[in-house]
Structures are given as C-alpha cells and as structure tokens.
C-alpha cells in the first residue's frame, strides 16, 4: 500500500528555514520520482520541486530555485525540501506526492493530480 507522509511544518519568520520531510512506504523512492507542490485555499496550486533518482536530476520551480534543496535518503526512503530564506509568499499547504513514474513530469504543478499524496503540512512565513 502507497503511503506518503508529510511533516516538518510550522510558523517561521520571514528569512527563516524549514525541513519539510516526506516518508514513503510501499513504494521505493529509488525507482520512483516523487515531487512537491504547494497550495493556499483560493489560489491555484503551485509546483515547488521534483527528485528522480532514476534520471539522476532534480527540477524546481523559478520561485525556489537557489532557496529551496530536495533531496532523499535511501535508508530511510524519505524525501526532504530543505527550505531556506522563507518568505512571506511561501506560505501554504505543502504536499509530496508520486505517480509511481520513473521521472519527473513537468510541469511540476501536475503532481496535485498524482494517484498518491500525503496530507500536507501547513507552513506559514510570517513575522
């Protein structure tokens, strides 16, 4: 059975820094990409990143790049979104999730359709 599993969520101030992790089981993360998105209730959804460990590469969306790192430990077959420099607009609901392919499909926003997510975890950037 798929199961994804969101945690690290929390209230940071601006500038700040968040360890988004996301356990998988019933799936190996080895042979299956598995991406982030974002959503605020009103507002569209919003792709944040993608790792494919298969492809060997990782993708993010522009309003990330140089501050958030996703990444994944074997052992534990747990992704991470290491976010840095947190800003206000940040703030949402993050979910990992995975269609049981190889690579990543793009654009990454596509994974709010993905067979599998986890619950999400709130993050909010606020001062």
């Known amino acids: 059975q798929v199961q994804l599993v969101e945690s690290g969520g929390g209230l940071v101030q601006p500038g700040g820094s968040l360890r988004l992790s996301c356990a998988a089981s019933?799936?190996?993360?080895?042979?299956?990409?598995l991406g982030w998105f974002r959503q605020v209730p009103g507002k569209e959804r919003e792709g944040v990143a993608c790792?494919?460990?298969?492809?060997?590469?990782?993708y993010y969306e522009d309003f990330v790049k140089g501050r958030f790192i996703i990444s994944r430990d074997r052992e534990k077959n747990t992704v991470y979104l290491q976010m840095y420099n947190l800003k206000p607009e940040d703030t949402a609901r993050y979910y990992c999730a995975t269609d049981l392919r190889q690579r990543c499909i793009l654009p990454l926003h596509i994974a709010g359709e993905f067979r599998y997510r986890g619950q999400g975890t709130q993050v909010t950037v606020s001062s």
């Open positions: 790792i494919s460990t298969v492809e060997g590469k990782t």
């Open positions: 019933g799936f190996e993360l080895e042979y299956n990409s």
